[in-house]
């Protein structure tokens, strides 16, 4: 996904050369500046011969307003970095165990499940609301924790990287999600759930803090995430194109990210053609809900491109393949769609290579936002493999919520 079009990156370019159901019903973004808004311009042409921009502008307000998504809300919650940056979370508590039916506690001896919490981390340029439908089909079932990753969502800007520059690592991500852990789930097993960047950071949480995961871990899932090697995608790009852009991209996000003012102008002028850019890199199939794609416009809208450019070179230097061993003996998940151009599906099947155990779910036709885009397919394995984790009793459901189809009504 794209943080902005080919007229800003020229804008800005020149501006620095210038100035210097129930349970079974249930990338690295920025790295195509430029060339990837090219490829998308054509389809966008042909909508502006046919819609105007007022009409356009009205359409996107009526999404918004309308859609239910990303209004999730639960109680509040800071945690604190090591270096001060200041961690935003929210806590959906699960309802009285006793709220369960006599027949469903006979399943389990007698006995309740673990009182277990399910912690969800997001991607770049995303925020905790990326997990809306998994959120509504788990509440109440079971405690879950959502956070927004520094300079993301509600979090606040990275101390670090404001006062000291220093830059931002994987590594750093599993330590924040560390403090979160320790703000918000201070003791009982846990979960982890993560996305794309969310699953580098759980992968960090465990490289850093084995002890963590051996003694309070009791399942994992990995969804449209890599261990590394993210320095070989392609993007979906022609040979020429895949050159050009890692030969120019580390220079010309450093200028995006100087220009910040300049460029975020550029990214309302151009919000068409940078619609397009997230659609191609976010979903593959076609008939997704426009609410749900525009929910995910504004979530990756709302990423200042300081903060773009400030994660982007973490990604090419993420390698945690040897943390993976750390999940070993764990009920683990490994899902991915198949069509995904930022974390290519052959990533997972690496990570699912050397965890012989975990459930490997390649989804037809879904792209980078498979939680989004095929959210039933995601709830049903997260089900399965909570129940596997002993988190819920395998007798429990969860009501459907919303679809990506556009033939239905979300609610």
Same mark, same amino acid.
């Given at each position: 996904?794209?943080?902005?079009?080919?007229?800003?990156? !020229?804008?800005?370019?020149?501006?620095?050369?210038?100035?210097?159901?129930?349970?079974?019903?249930?990338? !690295?973004?920025?790295?195509?500046?430029?060339?990837?808004?090219?490829?998308?311009?054509?389809?966008?042409?042909?909508?502006?011969?046919?819609?105007?921009?007022?009409?356009?502008?009205?359409?996107?307000?009526?999404?918004? *307003?309308?859609?239910?998504?990303?209004?999730?809300?639960?109680?509040?919650?800071?945690?604190?970095?090591?270096?001060?940056?200041?961690?935003?979370?929210?806590?959906?508590?699960?309802? =009285?165990?006793?709220?369960?039916?006599?027949?469903?506690?006979?399943?389990?001896?007698?006995? +309740?499940?673990?009182?277990?919490?399910?912690?969800? *981390?997001?991607?770049?340029?995303?925020?905790?609301?990326?997990?809306?439908?998994?959120?509504?089909?788990?509440?109440?079932?079971?405690?879950?924790?959502?956070?927004?990753?520094?300079?993301?969502?509600?979090?606040?800007?990275?101390?670090?990287?404001?006062?000291?520059?220093?830059?931002?690592?994987?590594?750093?991500?599993?330590?924040?999600?560390?403090?979160?852990?320790?703000? +918000?789930?201070?003791?009982? =097993?846990?979960?982890?759930?993560?996305?794309?960047?969310?699953?580098?950071?759980?992968?960090?949480?465990?490289?850093?803090?084995?002890?963590?995961?051996?003694?309070? !871990?009791?399942?994992?899932?990995?969804?449209?995430? *890599?261990?590394?090697? #993210?320095?070989?995608?392609?993007?979906? #790009?022609?040979? +020429?194109?895949?050159?050009?852009?890692?030969?120019? #991209?580390?220079?010309?996000?450093?200028?995006?990210?100087?220009?910040?003012?300049?460029?975020?102008?550029?990214?309302?002028?151009?919000?068409?053609?940078?619609?397009?850019?997230?659609?191609?890199?976010?979903?593959?199939?076609?008939?997704?809900?426009?609410?749900?794609?525009?929910?995910?416009?504004?979530?990756?809208?709302?990423? =200042?491109?300081?903060?773009?450019?400030?994660?982007?070179?973490?990604?090419?230097?993420?390698?945690?393949?040897?943390?993976?061993?750390?999940?070993?003996?764990?009920?683990?998940?490994?899902?991915?769609?198949?069509?995904?151009?930022?974390?290519?599906?052959?990533?997972?099947?690496?990570?699912?290579?050397?965890? =012989?155990?975990?459930?490997?779910?390649?989804?037809?036709?879904?792209?980078?936002?498979?939680?989004?885009?095929?959210?039933?397919?995601?709830?049903?394995?997260?089900?399965?493999?909570? !129940?596997?984790?002993?988190?819920?009793?395998?007798?429990?459901?969860?009501?459907?919520?919303? *679809?990506?189809?556009?033939?239905?009504?979300?609610?």
């Amino acid at each position: 996904m794209s943080e902005t079009s080919a007229e800003a990156v !020229v804008s800005a370019a020149s501006a620095t050369a210038s100035s210097a159901g129930n349970w079974r019903k249930a990338g !690295v973004a920025g790295a195509a500046i430029g060339v990837v808004a090219a490829g998308a311009a054509a389809g966008v042409a042909i909508e502006r011969l046919t819609v105007g921009r007022g009409m356009r502008k009205k359409a996107r307000l009526a999404l918004d *307003s309308t859609g239910p998504y990303g209004g999730l809300r639960g109680t509040p919650g800071k945690a604190y970095a090591d270096d001060g940056t200041e961690l935003y979370y929210e806590v959906d508590e699960a309802e =009285p165990q006793a709220a369960l039916a006599p027949r469903r506690r006979r399943l389990f001896g007698r006995k +309740a499940p673990a009182p277990v919490t399910v912690v969800f *981390s997001h991607g770049y340029c995303l925020s905790q609301d990326s997990w809306h439908f998994q959120r509504a089909a788990l509440r109440g079932v079971v405690r879950t924790v959502h956070w927004d990753q520094r300079s993301h969502g509600r979090s606040g800007r990275g101390v670090a990287q404001l006062e000291d520059r220093t830059p931002v690592t994987i590594d750093q991500l599993g330590r924040d999600l560390l403090a979160v852990i320790e703000a +918000a789930v201070p003791e009982g =097993p846990i979960v982890l759930v993560g996305h794309s960047m969310g699953g580098m950071t759980v992968m960090a949480l465990a490289e850093q803090f084995p002890e963590l995961i051996r003694d309070r !871990v009791v399942g994992v899932a990995l969804v449209g995430t *890599s261990s590394g090697r #993210l320095g070989e995608v392609n993007f979906g #790009l022609p040979v +020429a194109g895949v050159a050009a852009v890692r030969r120019v #991209l580390p220079g010309v996000l450093k200028a995006l990210g100087q220009q910040a003012a300049l460029v975020e102008r550029g990214r309302r002028a151009t919000a068409d053609l940078f619609a397009g850019v997230i659609k191609r890199y976010s979903f593959a199939s076609r008939d997704v809900d426009p609410a749900v794609v525009r929910f995910a416009e504004r979530m990756i809208e709302g990423t =200042p491109i300081d903060v773009v450019a400030e994660f982007y070179p973490a990604f090419t230097e993420h390698d945690k393949t040897a943390a993976l061993a750390r999940f070993a003996g764990l009920p683990v998940l490994v899902l991915a769609g198949v069509k995904d151009l930022v974390t290519p599906s052959e990533h997972s099947e690496a990570i699912a290579d050397l965890l =012989p155990d975990a459930e490997l779910v390649l989804v037809p036709d879904a792209g980078h936002l498979v939680m989004l885009e095929h959210p039933e397919v995601v709830i049903d394995r997260l089900a399965d493999l909570l !129940v596997r984790a002993g988190a819920v009793p395998a007798g429990a459901t969860v009501g459907p919520y919303g *679809s990506t189809s556009s033939s239905a009504q979300p609610g």
